[in-house]
């Protein structure tokens, strides 16, 4: 499957300009409807020399801090004011916010004169003890029994007074220190995250409007990256615990980093209707998207809050010497090597190739002799004859024209534009690389990452909002 996808996704360019039809007919070459050539591009434009073709799966993320306090809100106290925003930087000690003290302050005047009425009771009631105690020693035999009951039910009422003393105390005890720390303040140096009331948007920096916390300050200091994968996209074993990856900025696709990925939160999804094609043909299903995290190497250039691609680590930034070809291009690999080429004279050829070192993460194999980076190939599909016209691509289109039967190998169908082979296609006529069939899944939004016969780069063709009913999208 991925063999046929990295040779479609050199046909990628055309689909901007045919609106959303996908198709093998390319007729703004020049060609009559009823001709049939045969479109190559060059080894340098397919290849880029080795810097990458841009089929890695991307997941959309943020960055946030490895170190997070948050902040609960009282449920007995009503917030007075706040006093931070979102993306506000705090130190230690900064106040956060302050809860309305006007109740406690009513409650512990009340409280005081509860304490107040139990200390004179305690007082008169240690009175009448001790006179009981005079009275039984000038009492008769007979009436010492009576009174030595009746101060047995003293002390015992003087004890549940002292307890109730006791409580009261402690409750005026916590009505000062709501009165004394009415105000809250920051334990720790950051930017605040989140702040969940009526007046203040949550979850600025994360996407995840998962987190209660009243207010949520994210330590300076280490940064990670927070991802999500779609179910579907996890069966690929792309993105495992342990496994590398290359964040890669969205604004500037020449700014990396590297890291590892740390943990995969299986007992955290987030669940959501997405338009997923079935065999059954139901339409709509139910799709699940995990959160992972990601350590980093290094986090020069990286902005708190900032978001970012992830995508696996397979060799795709090593500079590679000489002539490295997708293995997808070359035929009878095992006896006689050979790729469909132009002859130099617009007729189409069996290039014999030598192979060198294969590359299996890339699948790509070293080209040592029988091609140079000015040869145009195409790629391999039922109907290839040595002799057929040829024609220079000049919109990173390959194969033929006009294929006996009015179609390919099963891969694109000429009359509706559907993909076939697990592909899917958005409604821009965007063609989706990953392996089941499913779109990118991010945290936010999900990104198709099209690897162009132009440029070799990676470049994204469309965002969405993750979770979304475009996740694994099939349309017509």
């Avoid at 008169?124 to 035999?141: G, V």
Wanted: charge should be negative; proline fraction near 2%.
């Amino acid at each position: 499957m991925k063999k046929k996808v990295i040779a479609i996704v050199c046909a990628v360019a055309v689909l901007a300009a045919a609106g959303g039809g996908v198709t093998w007919h390319f007729l703004g070459n020049g060609t009559k409807e009823d001709d049939n050539v045969v479109y190559v591009n060059t080894v340098k434009a397919l290849t880029n020399l080795g810097t990458g073709n841009g089929m890695e799966n991307r997941y959309a993320g943020v960055v946030e801090s490895e170190n997070t306090w948050k902040v609960e809100k009282n449920s007995e106290k009503k917030v007075k004011e706040v006093y931070v925003e979102v993306g506000q930087e705090v130190q230690v000690g900064t106040p956060l916010f302050s809860y309305d003290t006007e109740k406690f302050q009513s409650d512990l005047e009340q409280a005081q004169l509860d304490l107040e009425r139990i200390n004179n009771e305690l007082s008169s009631m240690n009175t009448n003890i001790n006179q009981l105690y005079k009275d039984k020693k000038q009492a008769s035999k007979d009436q010492q029994a009576s009174i030595t009951l009746e101060i047995q039910e003293a002390e015992l009422d003087l004890k549940k007074k002292e307890y109730e003393g006791k409580s009261k105390q402690a409750e005026i005890d916590k009505l000062n220190d709501n009165i004394t720390n009415a105000t809250v303040i920051s334990e720790i140096a950051g930017v605040v995250k989140s702040i969940n009331n009526d007046d203040s948007s949550a979850g600025a920096y994360s996407g995840d409007n998962s987190d209660n916390s009243f207010l949520t300050v994210l330590a300076t200091g280490d940064f990670r990256v927070k991802g999500q994968i779609n179910e579907q996209n996890m069966s690929d074993g792309s993105i495992t615990e342990g496994s590398q990856v290359i964040v890669h900025s969205r604004v500037d696709e020449n700014q990396t980093w590297t890291g590892t990925v740390t943990k995969i939160d299986r007992e955290n999804a987030r669940t959501g209707s997405n338009n997923v094609y079935s065999s059954s043909g139901d339409g709509m299903t139910q799709s699940s998207n995990y959160p992972f995290y990601v350590q980093l190497d290094g986090t020069n250039g990286l902005m708190l809050g900032q978001h970012v691609y992830v995508e696996p680590d397979v060799g795709q930034q090593e500079v590679k010497t000489g002539i490295w070809l997708s293995d997808s291009f070359i035929n009878d690999v095992d006896s006689n090597p050979y790729v469909w080429a132009d002859n130099g004279k617009g007729k189409l050829e069996k290039r014999s190739v030598t192979l060198g070192t294969h590359d299996e993460n890339m699948m790509e194999y070293q080209i040592t002799d029988g091609l140079a980076e000015d040869d145009a190939i195409t790629f391999p599909e039922d109907g290839l004859e040595e002799g057929m016209k040829t024609v220079v691509s000049t919109d990173g289109s390959l194969g033929q024209s006009n294929p006996a039967g009015g179609e390919d190998d099963g891969m694109l169908d000429n009359d509706d534009g559907m993909v076939d082979d697990g592909m899917t296609q958005d409604e821009n006529g965007m063609v989706d690389n990953t392996m089941d069939g499913a779109e990118y899944s991010g945290e936010e939004d999900t990104t198709n990452v099209i690897g162009g016969a132009d440029n070799g780069k990676a470049e994204p063709a469309d965002t969405q909002e993750a979770g979304s009913a475009d996740d694994g999208e099939v349309q017509p």
